[in-house]
């Protein structure tokens, strides 16, 4: 495994899953989509000129 040059430690995810359900299930649901909408057209608009990294999947 490399050092990272920068020295910072890695960066971590956390998830939480959160059940909501009723009008204001609903809610949360058309907040999320109309984010994840605009998130996939502001992508669109804006691709990577970075190269990509080839895949480390597996452990190689």
Known sequence: MRERADKQPPLTVTVRYVAVE???GQALQQRQTVALHQT???LAAHPTTAPRQPSRAGGH
Do not use: A, K, V
Request: net charge negative; charged share 15%; glycine share 16%.
């Open 40 to 42: 996939l057209i502001w």
């Open 22 to 24: 009723g009008s204001d």
